[in-house]
């Protein structure tokens, strides 16, 4: 199978790509720097030569709260142009198959816990990333009237947070993950004895390796076809000290951490119902510590070679 994955070089489409390939299947791979999703001429008539059987909607404008909070237009307005004018390039080049990739953050900010899938649009959004999880939910409706208008056999897909290789460690637009483990080994290269860490620490998260997503997109592009949107996550969370206490532990830091509760913590608990997805035979393979050390040690390797998003 033909299968065209954008966002290709970055932290979910790298692992989607290494999947799909190392189970025979023909991947073309597209960063920005290929084709401009953001140009919907350019998207039409990549999409019209290459007539892939299955696209993977990896490419996104992501952030973690801080860039969230500061440039919601630009959150909105370019994922927005990003999703609709990659589906409107797909339909015209008769792509059967589609996959969109969201988020967990579409869900309400008083969701029960764990979040299922019919919690979508049933309360108000956090506002810290309301933005951009309203371009996630435009996508999925757009997935939806595809499948209505046309019959296009095309899927949405809600990651909780992923992490793993090819991640962005720049502290201004990173998720909260990958700015523990910049910040860590920055403290322990450089023998700083404080981490300054944002918010309180309290609030909950799960984590999904992105080996894991990449698995679930495989099993998914095969298996599955709903316009039900399907959460991809651990079922299983940790506070934020948790998980900064956890960072500290696997870069070696031995100081002190300290947390500015005069900034934003985001949703207090998020953790996602993944009754379906296992249902179907996915389980998430990497755990926690062992994916955040192998994380760790190609953040050091690619920093090194100068190959990392600082």
């Known amino acids: 199978m033909k299968v065209l994955i954008t966002g290709s070089t970055g932290l979910v489409g790298s692992a989607i790509c290494t999947k799909f390939r190392l ?5 073309v791979g597209i960063n920005r720097k290929i084709v401009d999703l953001l140009d919907y001429k350019a998207t039409e008539s990549y999409l019209a030569e290459l007539r892939p059987e299955l696209v993977v909607a990896a490419a996104a404008k992501v952030g973690g709260v801080a860039a969230n909070n500061a440039y919601p237009v ?17 339909h015209s080049a008769n792509v059967r198959k589609l996959i969109f990739l969201g988020s967990s953050c579409i869900y309400p900010k008083e969701s029960s816990q764990p979040i299922k899938e019919d919690y979508l649009l049933s309360g108000p959004l956090e506002p810290t990333n309301s933005a951009y999880a309203m371009a996630k939910i435009a996508g999925i409706e757009l997935v939806k009237s595809y499948r209505k208008e046309f019959g296009e056999q095309w899927i949405s897909l809600m990651p909780s947070n992923v992490y793993g290789p090819n991640d962005n460690f720049n502290l201004a637009s990173s998720h909260v993950l990958a700015a523990f483990i910049r910040k860590f080994t920055e ?15 309290k609030p909950r998260r799960e984590f999904l390796h992105s080996f894991d997503l990449a698995e ?9 076809d709903s316009e039900i949107p399907l959460n991809i ?12 206490e956890l960072v500290a532990s696997v870069t070696g830091f031995r100081g002190e951490i300290v947390w500015d509760a005069d900034k934003p913590d985001g949703v207090l608990r998020k953790v996602l119902d993944v009754t379906k997805i296992k249902s179907m035979g996915w389980e998430p393979r990497v755990i926690l510590e062992d994916g955040i050390a192998s994380t760790v040690d ?4 690619s920093l090194a070679k100068g190959e990392v998003r600082n």
């Open 23 to 27: 189970a025979g299947h023909e991947v």
């Open 74 to 90: 630009e959150f909105l307005i370019e994922n927005l142009e990003i999703q609709n004018n990659l589906m409107r390039a797909a």
């Open 187 to 201: 403290a322990v290269d450089n023998g700083f004895d404080v981490v300054h860490l944002w918010g309180t620490g």
């Open 216 to 224: 679930a997109v495989l099993l998914t592009s095969l298996n599955y």
């Open 233 to 244: 996550g651990t079922g299983i969370d940790l506070s934020i000290s948790e998980l900064a």
């Open 298 to 301: 190609w953040y050091r390797s």
